[in-house]
């Protein structure tokens, strides 16, 4: 499996899990083999802001060949900014944008896993992010949906390769699913 300039061998990736997927957890699952492992979710305006917790959240062991970050963001110029910074202070070799959290409080109000519905946004924070990014690639994850009466991913999938992504991954249930 290639993500851009990247080569995921054996193609199976650890997941992105929010508290979980830090440094040490994943110099841990790094003894069973994967191909590619990605950070905690971090926020695209923390980085933007300094934020030092976040900061440290962004760096990664000598033994970590691909550094690979999620970011999550809804405004895209910030998430343009927290790339461009990503990859001008070369810290990172791959970045994912998350659109998949199903949290109640976020998806009302449109963020998270919902903010595919709204696809012109969706686009621009896709965009953006590619267009900063220069050669790092970026992927894109995303939910089936909202719930089963608002499905997103085939349009999330279609305008994600239009913008230039070079992945996606699909979690395939909806938010209301959890
Ligand atoms: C504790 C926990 C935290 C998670 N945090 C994130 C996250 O920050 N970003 C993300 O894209 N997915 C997150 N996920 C979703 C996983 O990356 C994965 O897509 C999901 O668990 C589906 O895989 P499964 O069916 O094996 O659980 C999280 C999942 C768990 C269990």
Redesign the pocket.
């Known amino acids: 499996m290639r993500i851009g300039p990247l080569e995921v061998d054996p193609p199976v990736v650890l997941?992105?899990?929010?508290?979980?997927?830090n440094a040490s957890f994943r110099t841990l699952c790094r003894r069973f083999g994967a191909g590619l492992y990605?950070s905690?979710?971090l926020g695209a305006r923390a980085i933007v802001e300094n934020h030092a917790r976040t900061l440290q959240s962004a760096e990664f062991g000598e033994n970590e060949p691909i550094r690979s970050i999620?970011l999550?963001g809804i405004d895209p110029a910030t998430v343009a900014e927290a790339v461009r910074r990503l990859v001008d202070q070369d810290q990172v070799d791959h970045v994912?944008l998350?659109?998949?959290?199903p949290a109640p409080k976020v998806t009302r109000h449109g963020g998270g896993a919902a903010l595919p519905f709204k696809w012109r946004r969706f686009e621009s924070i896709v965009t953006a992010a590619v267009g900063s990014a220069g050669k790092v690639p970026v992927t894109v994850?995303f939910r089936m949906g909202i719930d089963d009466d608002h499905l997103t991913f085939l349009g999330a999938g279609r305008i994600s390769e239009a913008a230039g992504a070079a992945a996606v991954?699909l979690?395939?249930?909806t938010a209301e699913q959890l």
């Open positions: 997941a992105p899990m929010a508290g979980v997927t990605i905690e979710m999620q999550y994912d998350n659109f998949g959290c994850k991954a979690h395939a249930r």
